[in-house]
């Protein structure tokens, strides 16, 4: 995965920082420490320490190779170290060691700790604590930088499961919201073209022309609904990305008419302005309609219908009612899909939906917020 160009810098100028650091350092110590002059070898080996960090994070092996490599020629030379094996390579090691070859990481650095206290011994006699100071404090910082990149390295994995695993729980909500879509869509299909084709066989000897028009109808709403279920399915069968219906000022108007070619005497009254509402609260307030429309011409046994909608600065209020049954001697609602993915729908916008019977039939209300949606 290619990092953004902010992350890009910010590890170049780290590098660029890690070799200036390392080389002035090692050239500083080299002279604290009865180096005369730092062009008799110190400063060769801070450079060449200095240049491989610039390329540490595309070849972190070579470069503690290389590094190791020049710690030794410079050992050879008979220049007494200013600072030891280990921390001239530290950032070498700690580089290497978020790879997965920790392994060959740590087994370059105990050999090079046995050479040190190889290269060491002649303090031994004169001075054995400084002699055990020095091993003991390499072993420590060896340690201490292979434990470093191990933990990061856990950290660069971690992240990456985390980032996975919250890719696929948005994916699967997506999928889960689409299947809403669908259900919506075939559910309020069905019941305008099982209505019309009601109509169309009513009246296909007495009145072909009538018979037609249902057909004609049926049709149109069939290749409507396809179109949507062509663009929902694509997400259901490729990665998600902008799934979300695009509609326009006369989507619910489509709706009304649809139901009433269905024979349904729907009105339609809208308040406040409907362009100023963020895609996903538009979205819940189109299902809602659909769906309760569809609920009607299925079920209620209905004549008449009124659709209000209230489009506030902070929240949009949704309310379908119908004539049909639903008052007398109900004494309680079996929710379908269709209305628990309403309520789903519009619960995940942080808004409520009631459903119930009225004293003139049946009602739905939803309350969707506006504030803090976006588009």
């Known amino acids: 995965m290619t990092e953004p160009a902010p992350l890009r810098h910010f590890a170049r100028v780290t590098d660029v920082a890690l070799a200036v650091v390392t080389a002035v350092m090692f050239v500083a110590v080299a002279l604290a420490t009865g180096v005369h002059s730092p062009w008799h070898g110190p400063i060769y080996l801070a450079l060449l320490l200095g240049a491989l960090l610039l390329v540490r994070r595309r070849w972190p092996m070579t470069v503690l190779l290389l590094s190791i490599g020049g710690i030794f020629v410079y050992h050879l030379g008979g220049v007494e170290s200013p600072a030891g094996w280990i921390w001239p ?104 073209v099982g209505v019309q084709l009601n109509v169309a066989a009513d009246t296909l000897h007495e009145d072909p022309a009538a018979a037609a028009a249902a057909l004609s109808l049926a049709k149109e709403v069939r290749n409507r609904a396809m179109a949507d279920l062509r663009s929902l399915i694509a997400v259901l069968r490729d990665s998600p990305g902008d799934t979300a219906p695009h509609l326009d000022p006369a989507s619910l108007g489509r709706l009304v008419a649809d139901a009433r070619d269905a024979g349904l005497d729907v009105t339609l009254d809208e308040h406040g302005d409907p362009a100023a509402v963020p895609a996903l609260p538009a979205i819940a307030v189109y299902r809602v309609v659909q769906e309760s429309l569809a609920n009607t011409i299925k079920h209620a046994g209905a004549s008449k219908a009124e659709v209000t909608i209230g489009y506030g600065p902070r929240s949009i209020t949704v309310e379908v009612t119908d004539n049909g ?43 969707i917020p506006v504030a803090g949606s976006t588009a």
């Open 325 to 367: 049954r639903g008052s007398t001697g109900s004494t309680g609602i079996v929710e379908g899909h269709g209305m628990t993915g309403m309520r789903e729908r519009v619960s995940a916008l942080g808004g409520a939906l009631t459903a119930g019977p009225t004293p003139a039939g049946f009602a739905v209300r939803a309350d």
């Open 89 to 192: 390579a530290a950032v070498a090691y700690y580089t290497a060691a978020t790879t997965p070859r920790v392994r060959w990481v740590a087994a370059i650095g105990l050999a090079q700790l046995a050479y040190s206290a190889i290269d060491f011994r002649w303090a031994l006699d004169s001075n054995p604590t400084r002699y055990a100071f020095h091993l003991v404090g390499e072993g420590l910082l060896l340690a201490l930088l292979i434990a470093a990149g191990l933990a990061y390295a856990a950290a660069l994995r971690w992240g990456e499961r985390l980032r996975e695993t919250d890719s696929r729980a948005r994916a699967a909500e997506e999928r889960l919201r689409v299947s809403h879509e669908v259900h919506d869509i075939v559910a309020h299909t069905l019941a305008l």
